[in-house]
T-cell receptor, first 112, second 113 residues
Framework: KQEVTQIPAALSVPEGENLVLNCSFT??????LQWFRQDPGKGLTSLLL?????REQTSGRLNASLDKSSGRSTLYIAASQPGDSATYLC???????????FGAGTILRVKS | KAGVTQTPRYLIKTRGQQVTLSCSPI?????VSWYQQTPGQGLQFLFE???????NKGNFPGRFSGRQFSNSRSEMNVSTLELGDSALYLC????????????FGPGTRLTVL
């Protein structure tokens, strides 16, 4: 059974810091890995998707990497801003069942 | 391009009642999935529909059911509501291939009293 773990569970940083969120998964039989952002009481916003054959994806201040063989992904946020405060969720799409399996998320707070 | 829309956004029901939630996917997307989000269990997969057929189902009791129409719109039904069904129900759509990006709607907040 696929399990996705996110570390840390919560993170509080001053504005301007660079930070790294971690995601690990137990079964490497995945199509892709997707990072989402969720604001309180809202739906999920897709940030980055990395296909299983790719190593990284970049969008603006965000960079996500994937090491499928070791079951790890990182989300790097450069020059953090208060508007980045949210819960960040990592999800893998399984080859078997073709569904997204989510981690519990990292709650990020960026202080101004 | 319009995103995934869900109606209603909020619902309050009592135990034993049933409820129907609706989801309209992004135009051109044929796959619709439903997820339940609770503080204790996080995000859990309910089921996926593709071209009006249920393609996959999560580990939920038979009280949870769904369907998809020919225009790809989907409904989810929960019968005999229990207190533990209180959750944010999220609908997501994608084109249908295994490598597609999944896009989520704003969710329906269901409260069972």
């Amino acid at each position: 059974k696929q399990e996705v773990t996110q570390i840390p569970a919560a993170l509080s940083v001053p504005e301007g810091e660079n930070l790294v969120l971690n995601c690990s998964f137990t079964d490497s039989a995945i199509y892709n890995l997707q990072w989402f952002r969720q604001d309180p009481g809202k739906g999920l916003t897709s940030l980055l998707l990395i296909q299983s054959s790719q190593r990284e994806q970049t969008s603006g201040r965000l960079n996500a990497s994937l090491d499928k063989s070791s079951g790890r992904s990182t989300l790097y946020i450069a020059a953090s801003q208060p508007g980045d405060s949210a819960t960040y969720l990592c999800a893998v799409r399984e080859e078997y069942g073709n569904k997204l399996v989510f981690g519990a998320g990292t709650i990020l707070r960026v202080k101004s | 391009k319009a995103g995934v829309t869900q109606t209603p956004r909020y619902l309050i029901k009592t135990r034993g009642q049933q409820v129907t939630l609706s989801c309209s996917p992004i135009s051109g997307h044929r796959s619709v999935s439903w997820y339940q989000q609770t503080p204790g269990q996080g995000l859990q997969f309910l089921f996926e529909y593709f071209s009006e057929t249920q393609r996959n189902k999560g580990n939920f009791p038979g009280r949870f059911s769904g369907r998809q129409f020919s225009n790809s719109r989907s409904e989810m039904n929960v019968s005999t509501l229990e207190l533990g069904d209180s959750a944010l129900y999220l609908c997501a759509s994608r084109r249908g291939g295994g490598t597609d990006t999944q896009y989520f709607g704003p969710g329906t907040r269901l409260t069972v009293l």
